[in-house]
């Protein structure tokens, strides 16, 4: 500090910054670019965090008591200390209805109102009407809200509705076989009596168009305090009445949650706390990935534009500056350039922020419509603090790419180091192929960053190298430019290694965040072909109906839902809910073929079985015969009995359950489709187009929960990245191209023609640009290999049109910044 305030050393940082502001110029972008997407990323990891599930259907309830929508496993990994793990469940969670008789007796409740719910279906008037879903609740459950009449009267009886405004029908139609007596204000629901709403939602599997839940059960118990009761006071009341009752939920046997405040919105949106979950992974995973390629973006750059003043830091030695205060010098000149740059891309990550997330709301679908980020005013005083970090990582560059008179080896320390992380890298992407999964992409993720690095310390070497190879043909056929460009190669092998090391990270990078997603996607696409062999696909029926039609040989019900597996993988113990489907065992021929391996599917025709995937049958060591354990979708306990292990996994999920062992542990146990094997397809369409719309048959693949969002937030994060990575191409270009214009300008005083120089610089940009992706080829190829082999038994796989996009972009990219400052120079 005492150095680093010293008035020569303010004056060396001075006078430098003011001579080789071009040169800083290049740190300045990188550093922009760097805080802005750190920051939207800190930004976004903090609405997430502090996001929450929106309160709409329980608005006017002071306590919500509900079941647990979270599985825990507690376990003690060897040598560490025990941990919890924990998981959302997506299908609801229910409520004993014993508890409504205790909660109305605590004292302050006024109304204790139990919200029973189940799904209505109608299908438009025509043969090709689509079918139209609606959720179903009691009349008195409204009050929760408070949803409140806006024409009509309440449903007396068992054939009348009241339907919410966001149906758009109006009072005399019919919807679902019931006479609309009413409509209120809210969403698109249909409100029956208290005794039709417990009547349909006790009969799981239900006939025509209503379909429900468990028997015997609620979804959730609104508590209404009496005026005056305090909430707080009321929810320790009602906590205390339900543990002295005793009363667990109905699936798991886990005490019941009584919810406050935000805590409600759980109750109502089951989707939005897993999909919060799941985004928060993917945004740590991602800004880890964002740090470490800033730091070798920032590393060569900082490195490149202290290393060009070679000459200048000798001169200040010999008459009389000292080593720590040129050091200091350099340190202020980034601090204060890294400074300017953090706070201007500070300033650009909140509407970066913004952007993103309103990109992912004008999306249907992909983000949960209950899902509510929280952004408080305070939390944008976060990207301050992103900004002194990255102002941090800029001065602790200096500290490592200023040296020390005096003290060699640095070089030899360089190679070893730059060997050792190659090595790592390898062993990296070895272990890769041991894995399967979440644990296989992790490792060759792991393996990419490393070979880059190790690729960043061993960059003049490989220049060198490169360069020896391409010497004499450059010398023998490239004429003058030719020599002159292996001349300046071998004399500047470290200038060309830090241009190399740009290229090589951003070419190994692009192919693998593409490759690894195309491989995936194109083998599931193809075990998906192969396994649906339906004829036909029919919604809003079941396969019961279907079989007895005409012309129909076999069918099959599709239910999809998801289980949760506790496992260990690699030494950590995981919770994964993975997608699973539900069919029907004696429907399977002729419509869904998983590749059976091992055993019989038979078996699917009693429930307690279950299939397996083949990977995840090797992974936990089971066969026919084995048992598994899982949970299911709202959290009940199962030890299923392995009946037969499939192929087919990366399409149709790693599990097979009988779709009557799925039903009962779902929100809505109805049918997603039915598969439909035909004599004649003509007409088989003619005998079910009364019954359910009739589509061509697409093939059937399971989606991972939180898929979709996972998929845009990672492509606008891989691109956000991949311009980051470009940027530093063209800064490190442009930063040596600044550095060598007395070169040049010394080439051309002696002789050198404008023709020979531009054809010099061609071959300097070739020679970059086909070294480059050549290396970043091997580099990714390696960890793609292994996460390929290992997800899929094959190959990487890179589309043509994907290749070509980096190859362009790197030439551009890489031409621009060789013959732009060459170009400035005149």
């Not at 993720?445 to 490169?466: D, E």
């Not at 649906?532 to 599709?558: F, H, I, Q, Y």
């Not at 399971?702 to 980051?724: K, R």
């Not at 996460?787 to 621009?816: C, D, E, K, N, R």
Request: proline share 6%.
């Amino acid at each position: 500090m005492k150095a680093f305030g010293n008035p020569a050393v303010r004056l060396l940082s001075a006078r430098s910054l003011r001579a080789h502001r071009k040169a800083w110029a290049a740190v300045f972008a990188a550093v922009a670019v760097t805080s802005a997407l750190l920051g939207a990323l800190a930004l976004a990891l903090g609405a997430t965090g502090l996001g929450h599930a929106r309160v709409e259907r329980y608005a006017a309830a002071s306590v919500v008591v509900a079941g647990d929508q979270e599985v825990r496993w507690t376990t003690k990994p060897w040598g560490s200390e025990p941990t919890t793990e924990t998981a959302g469940l997506t299908e609801r969670v229910r409520v004993p209805g014993a508890a409504v008789a205790v909660l109305r007796a605590v004292p302050g409740v006024r109304a204790a109102v139990p919200d029973h719910t189940f799904v209505v279906r109608e299908r438009a008037a025509g043969a090709a009407g689509e079918t139209r879903t609606y959720t179903g609740r009691s009349w008195d459950a409204a009050r929760l809200a408070p949803y409140r009449l806006l024409d009509g009267r309440e449903p007396r009886g068992a054939g009348e509705v009241v339907t919410g405004a966001g149906t758009g029908v109006r009072v005399g139609d019919t919807v679902a076989g019931r006479e609309v007596v009413g409509v209120a204000d809210g969403p698109d629901a249909l409100y029956v009596t208290a005794g039709e709403a417990r009547r349909l939602a006790g009969r799981p599997g239900a006939a025509g168009p209503l379909a429900a839940g468990p028997r015997d059960s609620v979804d959730a118990i609104g508590v209404l305090a009496e005026p005056g009761v305090p909430v707080d006071t009321l929810h320790a009341r009602v906590r205390a009445a339900l543990d002295r009752a005793g009363l667990r939920d109905t699936a798991s046997g886990q005490p019941l949650r009584a919810f406050t405040g935000d805590g409600r919105g759980s109750a109502e949106h089951l989707a939005a706390a897993p999909a919060r979950a799941e985004l928060l992974q993917l945004l740590a995973a991602v800004s880890g990935t964002v740090v470490l390629v800033a730091v070798l973006v920032l590393a060569s750059l900082v490195a490149q534009a202290l290393q060009q003043r070679a000459g200048e830091r000798e001169l200040l030695l010999s008459v009389g500056a000292t080593p720590r205060q040129i050091r200091a010098a350099a340190g202020r000149e980034v601090t204060r350039v890294a400074g300017a740059a953090a706070l201007l891309g500070a300033l650009v990550a909140v509407p970066v922020f913004l952007g993103l997330w309103s990109a992912l709301r004008s999306r249907t679908g992909v983000v949960p419509d209950g899902l509510e980020l929280a952004a408080p005013p305070w939390l944008f005083a976060g990207v301050l603090v992103v900004a002194a970090v990255v102002v941090g990582i800029a001065r602790l560059v200096v500290l490592l790419a200023t040296p020390f008179p005096g003290r060699p080896g640095k070089g030899a320390v360089r190679r070893v180091s730059g060997i050792v992380l190659l090595l790592a890298g390898v062993a990296s992407a070895g272990t890769a192929t041991a894995q399967s999964g979440g644990a296989a992409a992790a490792a060759a993720g792991a393996a990419t960053v490393t070979l880059v690095a190790g690729c960043a310390l061993l960059g003049p070497w490989i220049a060198r190298a490169a360069m020896t190879v391409l010497d004499r043909p450059f010398r023998r056929f490239g004429g003058a430019p030719g020599r002159l460009t292996a001349a300046g190669a071998s004399a500047h092998s470290r200038r060309l290694g830090a241009a190399l090391v740009p290229v090589v990270l951003v070419t190994a990078f692009a192919l693998v965040q593409l490759a690894a997603g195309t491989t995936a996607e194109r083998a599931a696409d193809a075990q998906a072909r192969a396994a649906t062999t339906a004829d036909l696909a029919v919604s809003g029926t079941t396969a019961e109906r279907v079989r007895k039609l005409p012309g129909v040989v076999a069918a099959t019900d599709v239910l999809r839902s998801t289980v949760v597996l506790a496992r260990t993988e690699a030494g950590t113990p995981r919770l994964e809910r993975l997608p699973v489907l539900g069919v029907d065992a004696a429907g399977l021929a002729g419509t869904l073929d998983p590749g059976v391996v091992a055993g019989d599917l038979a078996g699917l025709a009693r429930t307690g079985t279950v299939a397996v995937g083949a990977d995840m049958a090797d992974s936990l060591d089971v066969r026919p015969g084995s048992t598994v354990g899982l949970r299911l979708g709202d959290g009940t306990p199962r030890t299923l009995r392995v009946v037969a292990v499939y192929e087919r996994s990366l399409a149709l999920g790693e599990f097979l359950l009988p779709a009557a062992e799925l039903a009962p542990h779902m929100s809505d146990p109805h049918p997603a489709r039915v598969l439909v094997a035909t004599e004649g397809a003509a007409g088989s369409v003619r005998s079910l187009a009364p019954v359910a719309p009739v589509a061509p048959v697409a093939p059937e693949q399971v989606t991972p929960p939180g898929a979709e969002l996972n998929g845009l937030v990672s492509a606008a994060v891989v691109a956000a990245i991949g311009g980051l990575t470009l940027l530093s191409v063209l800064s490190t270009l442009t930063l040596i191209g600044a550095g060598r214009r007395d070169e040049l300008r010394l080439l051309d005083q002696v002789g050198a023609t404008a023709g020979q120089l531009r054809r010099m610089l061609c071959l300097e940009a070739g020679f970059l640009t086909a070294t480059g992706l050549l290396i970043g080829a091997v580099v990714a190829a390696l960890p793609l290999t292994a996460f390929a082999w290992s997800f899929t038994g094959g190959l990487p796989y890179l589309p043509p049109a994907y290749a070509a996009v980096i190859a362009g972009a790197v030439v551009v990219t890489v031409t621009a910044g060789v013959f732009l400052p060459a170009s400035a120079r005149r």
